[in-house]
């Protein structure tokens, strides 16, 4: 994404970092909760970390201490998260092997893998999830099991688009939001059926997670710096609207119960869907 030539000086930069600390380790919170509803893996078990950003699926895997002979293929487009997962994951020895790749064209053989990931990625890919997810079924082995998630509940959208709207008017160019039908979770069993998984191999469900920020006023820039640019790039505006902007998000958090406020910092509340499909 193009963030234009007005980049207010406030705003964090965005990359791999301010994502991390936004997510505030969601996506990995969130694979720790679904990697609950599957059996222990299997030894030998083959495993697609796909649109593995900065490792948090492999992470979550790791974390159960799954027998010594599995291996993992990650695979994203990032060539900067590829990187890091490289280095954390020779640093641990895990058993992981990074690769740039498309979750919309692997080159993975057909029957490859007995488990397939792709945490919060294929709602960003092309035709609405179809070939990403019909490529995680070709490249499972049958009687494997594909997992993709989506947020059903993301209280940070909502902040940002109130100071959007306060800044910006109604006429102010767009932002970048997710697709309005991946807030549903019978949208991704959807998606699964028309990629060839049968409707009765599919299961759905929905998981908690619970992110603490030290600091409201760093959460508010935070949001404002990850969510805040329209698609076209920051306004020349944006650099005076700045605080008017945070003021509007602050303002948010009080009225809004998914933001638990304290002397601590603030507790959110966000909710995933996740789709398993078995082949």
Same mark, same amino acid.
Not at 9 to 35: G, I
Not at 242 to 252: F, M, N, P, R
């Given at each position: ?22 997510? &505030? ?17 299997? $030894? ?25 002979? @599995? ?16 280095? %954390? ?10 690769? =740039?790749?498309? &979750? ?11 488990? *397939? ?8 890919? =092309?035709?609405?999830?179809? $070939?990403?997810? *019909?490529?995680?079924? =070709? ?7 594909? @997992? ?25 160019? $767009?932002?970048?939001?997710? $697709? ?11 998606? %699964? ?38 698609? *076209? ?47």
């Amino acid at each position: 994404m193009d963030l234009g030539p007005h980049v207010p000086s406030q705003a964090f930069t965005k990359d791999v970092d301010l994502y991390a600390e936004v997510t &505030a380790k969601s996506t990995r919170d969130t694979a720790n909760e679904f990697l609950k509803l599957l059996s222990p893996l299997a $030894p030998g078990t083959k495993i697609h970390d796909n649109g593995c950003g900065a490792g948090e699926v492999t992470s979550a895997i790791m974390a159960v201490n799954p027998p010594t002979d @599995i291996s993992i293929e990650a695979t994203d487009v990032d060539p900067t998260y590829l990187e890091r997962l490289t280095v %954390a994951a020779g640093a641990k020895h895990w058993p992981v092997t990074a690769s =740039r790749m498309a &979750a919309e064209d692997l080159t993975f053989a057909d029957e490859t893998f007995d488990l *397939s990931v792709a945490n919060f990625v294929i709602f960003m890919t =092309r035709e609405g999830g179809v $070939p990403a997810v *019909s490529q995680m079924r =070709r490249t499972l082995r049958p009687g494997g099991s594909a @997992i993709f998630t989506s947020w059903a509940r993301l209280p940070q959208v909502g902040p940002a688009q109130a100071a959007h709207a306060a800044t910006r008017g109604p006429d102010g160019p $767009p932002l970048r939001e997710i $697709p309005p039908e991946w807030w549903r979770g019978e949208h991704l069993r959807g998606v %699964a059926i028309k990629a060839g998984f049968a409707q009765g191999q599919t299961e759905l469900h929905t998981v908690n997670v619970h992110l603490h920020y030290d600091s409201a006023e760093r959460l508010a820039r935070l949001i404002w710096s990850w969510l805040g640019p329209p698609l *076209s790039g920051w306004l020349e505006s944006d650099e005076e609207n700045w605080d008017k902007a945070i003021e509007v998000i602050l303002k948010s958090f009080e009225e809004n119960d998914d933001f638990k406020l304290g002397p601590d910092g603030v507790e959110v509340q966000l909710t995933a869907n996740v789709l398993i499909a078995r082949k």
